[in-house]
C-alpha cells in the first residue's frame, strides 16, 4: 500500500473545501455591491450611503490586512483558516440578522466583519492549497483552480441576486437575498467542520526570539510605494466599474434599458454586470497562458491604455446607442435571452478583460528587486485592498453631486486611476535604489577565508 498517496487522497476534501472558500472570497465580497442597491431604496439613502456596505467590507483589509500574515506566522495554515471561517460565518450572520431587524446598522457592522474574513482567507486560502497539493505545480494548479472558482463565484452572485428580485428595486428588501445568505452561512458551517477534523500539514518554520532587524524596509524603495499605491487604485477600478455600472441599469429613474418600467431590469442589469466578472476570468486563463511569454510591464501597459480608451468610449459615445447582449432576464419571455444594453456598459463590460490581468503584474513589478524585504511588503499591499471601498464610494459621491442622474460622469476617477497605472507601467516602476542592499546576510554562507578565522588560526 502506497502511504503517500493514501494520504495525499485524505485533503481530498478540505482541497475541495479551499476551493469552495475560494469562491466565498468573491462571493461575500461582490455581494456587498448588489445589496447596496437594495440598501439605497430601502432605506432611502444616497448612492454614496448604498456603496458603504462595500467600504466597511474592503476597509477591514486596512486594519487586519498586516496583522493577518503575522496571525497566519504565529497559529499555522489550520488554526487561521478556522478562525477565517468562523468570522465569516459570524458575518454573514450579522448581515442576516438586519434582514429580520430592518437595520442599515446592523448590516454595515455585519460587512465590516466579513470583511475581517475575507481579509484571513485571502492570506491563508492560496499557501493553504499549495500545501495541500504538496507545492510545485500541483500546488500551483490547485490555486490556479480555486482562482477560476473565485472568478465564477463572483459572476454567480450578481446574477442570482437580480434574480431574485421580483419586484423592482424600488421595493427590494434584504430578506430578498436570504437564500444566497443561506447558502454562504452553510458552505462556511461545512468548511469548518471539515478543516477541524482534518490533519492539514503546516509548515516547518524555527521560530526566533530575535526579530531581525533591517536598516531600510519596502517604503524605502521607490517602485514598491508607486506600486502599493498602484494596488490600491487598481482595486478601486476593478470594483467602481461594474459597482456603478450596476446602479446606472437598474435605476427606474432613468429607465437606461428602455423598458419602459416593466420587465426584469434588476435581472438584466445584473447580467451586465456579471459578464464583466466573467470576462475577468476570461482574462485570467489568457493571462496565465501567455504570462511566460510576455513580460509583467508590457502586460500592464497594454491593459492600461485599453481600459483608458475603453473608459472614454463608455463616457462619450451616446447612450441611445443600443447593442444586444446575451442576459438572464427573468421576465414573461423566460429566463434567458438577448437585451438591448447602452453601447457605454458594453465597453465598460470590456473593461473587465484589462482589469483581469493587472493585480499580478503590478504585485511583480512592485516587489522585484526587493528581497529580504518581500515578506514585509506583501503584507502592506493586503493592507491597500481598502482601495476597493474607498473609490467607489467617491464615484458615487460623484453621482450624488449630478442629483443621481449622471452616473458616466464618475467614470473620470476610473480614466484617473487607469492613467496612473500606465504612468506605473512605463515609468514608476522602475527600480532607482538598486543601491540598497537587500541580502539577507544569515542566508550568505562564510566562506573560510583567512580573513575570517579567528586570530591564533591565522597566525599558524
Known amino acids: 500500500m502506497n502511504t503517500k498517496t493514501d494520504q495525499k487522497q485524505n485533503y481530498l476534501l478540505p482541497i475541495i473545501m479551499m476551493i469552495f472558500l475560494f469562491g466565498m472570497i468573491a462571493f461575500v465580497t461582490n455581494l456587498a455591491s448588489p445589496m447596496g442597491d437594495i440598501l439605497k431604496f430601502q432605506f432611502n439613502v444616497p448612492n454614496w450611503m448604498g456603496t458603504l456596505g462595500v467600504f466597511a467590507n474592503f476597509i477591514a483589509y486596512a486594519v487586519m490586512g498586516y496583522p493577518a500574515g503575522n496571525l497566519l506566522q504565529k497559529l499555522g495554515y489550520k488554526k487561521t483558516a478556522l478562525i477565517a471561517i468562523a468570522v465569516g460565518f459570524v458575518g454573514v450572520g450579522i448581515q442576516t440578522i438586519s434582514g429580520f431587524a430592518g437595520s442599515f446598522g446592523i448590516y454595515l457592522l455585519g460587512a465590516f466583519v466579513a470583511g475581517f474574513s475575507m481579509c484571513l482567507l485571502n492570506v491563508v486560502v492560496n499557501p493553504m492549497l499549495n500545501r495541500l497539493g504538496g507545492g510545485g505545480n500541483k500546488g500551483n494548479q490547485l490555486i490556479q483552480v480555486g482562482g477560476s472558482f473565485n472568478s465564477l463565484a463572483g459572476t454567480a452572485v450578481i446574477i442570482l441576486t437580480g434574480i431574485l428580485i421580483p419586484n423592482g428595486i424600488k421595493n427590494a428588501q434584504i430578506s430578498d437575498v436570504f437564500p444566497l445568505m443561506y447558502t454562504a452561512l452553510a458552505i462556511f458551517a461545512f468548511a469548518f467542520l471539515v478543516i477541524s477534523l482534518t490533519s492539514i500539514p503546516e509548515k516547518n518554520t524555527v521560530r526566533s526570539t530575535v526579530t531581525p532587524k ?247
Open 214 to 460: 533591517y536598516e531600510h524596509s519596502p517604503l524605502s524603495f521607490r517602485h514598491f510605494v508607486l506600486g502599493a499605491v498602484g494596488i490600491f487604485v487598481y482595486v478601486g477600478v476593478e470594483v467602481g466599474v461594474p459597482n456603478v455600472l450596476n446602479k446606472w441599469l437598474q435605476n427606474p429613474d432613468l429607465d437606461v434599458l428602455q423598458l419602459g418600467g416593466i420587465g426584469s431590469a434588476e435581472a438584466i442589469a445584473g447580467s451586465v454586470t456579471a459578464t464583466y466578472w466573467l470576462l475577468m476570468l476570461f482574462g485570467r486563463l489568457l493571462g496565465a497562458a501567455i504570462g511566460s511569454k510576455v513580460s509583467a510591464k508590457s502586460m500592464l501597459t497594454v491593459a492600461s491604455l485599453v481600459g483608458l480608451v475603453l473608459t472614454l468610449a463608455a463616457m462619450f459615445s451616446p447612450t441611445e446607442s443600443m447593442v444586444n447582449l446575451p442576459v438572464f432576464k427573468n421576465d414573461a419571455e423566460g429566463l434567458f435571452g438577448l437585451a438591448k444594453v447602452p453601447i457605454n456598459a458594453a465597453f465598460l463590460v470590456l473593461v473587465g478583460l484589462c482589469t483581469s490581468v493587472m493585480w499580478g503584474g503590478i504585485f511583480n513589478l512592485a516587489v522585484e528587486g526587493l528581497g529580504k524585504y518581500t515578506e514585509k511588503a506583501s503584507g502592506i499591499f493586503m493592507v491597500l485592498v481598502c482601495g476597493g471601498g474607498i473609490l467607489p464610494l467617491l464615484q458615487n459621491g460623484i453621482v450624488d453631486m449630478t442629483g443621481g442622474l449622471n452616473y458616466l460622469v464618475s467614470y473620470w476617477v476610473v480614466f484617473v486611476g487607469l492613467a496612473y497605472l500606465l504612468y506605473y507601467a512605463l515609468i514608476g516602476s522602475k527600480n532607482v535604489n538598486k543601491n540598497i542592499s537587500t541580502v539577507d546576510t544569515e542566508d550568505i554562507p562564510i566562506e573560510t577565508t583567512p580573513q575570517s578565522l579567528p586570530l591564533e588560526e591565522q597566525m599558524k
